[in-house]
């Protein structure tokens, strides 16, 4: 069976003035007993126990900041600003009385059970699920979020084998963000047009910001503007999935990584956002797609980029682009990006599958964006980053 592990973001419900200070009596702590942590040196560390350090934190909870502290990517930081408490899979509970879930764990003033609401319809199967005990729990953290608190749930669940014959191809670009076709006959497009202009907006106030030196105002745009990308992504992998489904085929793409080195474009064209290909986060698309279409029992694989928007998908003789149209010397005429989907989706050399599991690490860092970790995980800080001018 195929596993694919989930974040699901569950708001805690009507939090009154207590829990709410306690929730952040517990991160202030957890945070300080991190970079207690952190101030003694690796070595000395990994011997650490709950017993010899000194903490209100529930021993459950002070573990896991010790485990930490101590992991791959805990042993990295120097200092956190922030640290989330997380609490380890065999100490929290989801409980259910009437409509309304709730969440039981250890806090510093003995086990709570607080009422979580759910942010999206669609997390309610998997909720059942974990009532149910059928999926794997992870751990939980408490998150403090615009000014709500979150508990971030991590649970693994099992999605159908992917065992699709056929494959439809997808086409990145950015007057069109993604057109997705199968081998032969029509494709469905989404357009770039309106995400240009907004970019534009977005890069305009930007500019106004950095010349005003506003700059927490300038950081607070960037973050809105990043949720703004997000929320586009996710709409338009769930309409490619809708496709993919509808076909009943697995979905390749390009493999972008290293485009930006080896994609021409103008000077012109990149120092203005609606054009440049630089900042539009393709590989959150890549990520959202990914899982999605995991959790429908297809797969996302990635085919090499050279030729794709060259050749002709009729007859795979080498033809000329200009704009949005392509013709090739047999004289069949394409769509320029339409041509490139087909040549995506008619691939049958090599390709390589995207790892989930590498997937599900991603997941489980951007819960953490925003740099509530005091840190930007290392893989999204390239693709994600935006460029200031
Ligand atoms: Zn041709």
Not at 219 to 230: D, F, H, L, Q, T
């Amino acid at each position: 069976m195929a596993k694919v592990t989930r974040t699901i973001k569950l708001k805690f419900h009507n939090l009154n003035k207590v829990k709410q200070l306690l929730f952040a009596q517990m991160t202030a702590e957890n945070t300080r007993l991190a970079n207690e942590l952190l101030a003694i040196p690796y070595v000395e560390r990994r011997e650490v126990t709950t017993a010899k350090i000194i903490t209100p934190l529930k021993s459950a909870l002070a573990n896991q900041t010790i485990r930490h502290t101590i992991s791959a990517t805990g042993r990295k930081v120097k200092h956190y600003k922030c640290l989330p408490p997380e609490i380890n899979k065999q100490n929290w509970k989801l409980e259910k009385r009437g409509d309304t879930y709730s969440l039981s764990f250890p806090t510093i003033q003995g086990d709570k059970r607080v009422p979580v609401a759910i942010a999206s319809l669609h997390w309610e199967p998997i909720l059942e699920q974990t009532l149910a005990g059928e999926v794997e729990k992870g751990s939980v953290k408490l998150i403090y979020h615009r000014k709500r608190w979150y508990a971030y749930v991590s649970v693994t669940v099992d999605v159908p084998e992917a065992q699709a014959q056929k494959r439809v191809g997808v086409d990145r670009g950015q007057n069109n963000i993604a057109v997705v076709a199968p081998a032969q006959g029509f494709g469905k497009f989404h357009s770039g047009k309106e995400v240009m202009h907004r970019r534009r907006y977005f890069q305009k106030r930007r500019k106004e910001l950095q010349e005003a030196k506003k700059f927490r105002a300038l950081k607070k745009w960037n973050k809105k503007e990043r949720r703004w990308m997000e929320s586009v992504n996710h709409t338009i992998s769930r309409r490619l999935v809708r496709f993919a489904q509808f076909h009943e085929a697995d979905v390749a793409i390009e493999d972008l990584e290293g485009c930006r080195e080896t994609m021409k474009q103008s000077k012109r064209n990149r120092s203005d956002a609606g054009q440049s290909r630089h900042s539009w986060s393709f590989y959150s698309l890549e990520q959202k797609l990914g899982y999605k279409l995991a959790m429908e029992g297809l797969k996302l694989v990635k085919v090499p980029a050279p030729y794709t928007s060259k050749s002709c998908s009729t007859c795979g003789t080498i033809g000329h682009r200009h704009k949005h149209d392509f013709n090739c010397p047999h004289g069949h005429y394409h769509n320029a990006d339409l041509n490139a989907s087909h040549n995506i989706a008619q691939w049958e050399g090599f390709y390589c599958s995207l790892e989930l599991h590498r997937d599900a690490a991603v997941m489980v860092s951007s819960a953490t964006e925003n740099g509530l970790l005091g840190t930007a995980p290392s893989l999204m800080n390239d693709s994600l980053r935006f460029r200031s001018e």
